[in-house]
């Protein structure tokens, strides 16, 4: 991790260790918070982000794709997704070129989720179509 990294999380904290940011923390494509995440995702984050996925699915589901599922069912789908997102295999591979598009190179992760996450998976990409990306770069 990056010194400017390292200081950013230093000051914030407090506030980053909430269950919604470490949820976006975990989705940003920037390459240096990429690999931060494929280094420091614990257990306890893991359950953070399991904790976020049953709140925006508990009923009624707006996710139509997973409505009639368990929520065990949908984290599982959740961590293979996100599987395939941090190592960007299928359906993420055929966008590897794209992972640099200016949507995302200019801090607008949110839209580039919205065009190559939400319509390839069940859980990852209505997670960020309902999360607050857009504050998050």
């Given at each position: 991790?990056?010194?400017?990294?390292?200081?950013?999380?230093?000051?914030?904290?407090?506030?980053l260790e909430r269950e919604y940011a470490i949820t976006v923390w975990a989705l940003l494509l920037v390459p240096e918070i990429c690999n931060d995440v494929l280094e420091s995702l614990t257990g306890d984050m893991m359950e953070k982000i399991e904790t976020v996925i049953v709140k925006l699915h508990t009923p009624p589901c707006l996710n139509t794709k997973v409505a009639n599922e368990s929520?065990?069912?949908?984290?599982?789908?959740?961590w293979k997704e996100f599987h395939h997102f941090q190592n960007?295999?299928?359906?993420?591979?055929?966008?590897?070129?794209?992972?640099?598009?200016p949507d995302n190179v200019n801090g607008n992760a949110f839209v580039w989720h919205q065009l190559?996450?939400?319509?390839?998976?069940?859980?990852?990409?209505?997670?960020?179509?309902?999360?607050?990306l857009?504050?998050?770069g």
């Open positions: 991790m990056s010194q400017a990294v390292y200081m950013s999380w230093y000051h914030h904290s407090d506030q929520n065990l069912v949908i984290i599982d789908y959740f960007q295999t299928v359906p993420f591979a055929k966008f590897k070129g794209r992972f640099s598009m190559y996450s939400l319509p390839y998976t069940k859980v990852l990409g209505f997670l960020l179509a309902v999360l607050p857009s504050n998050w």
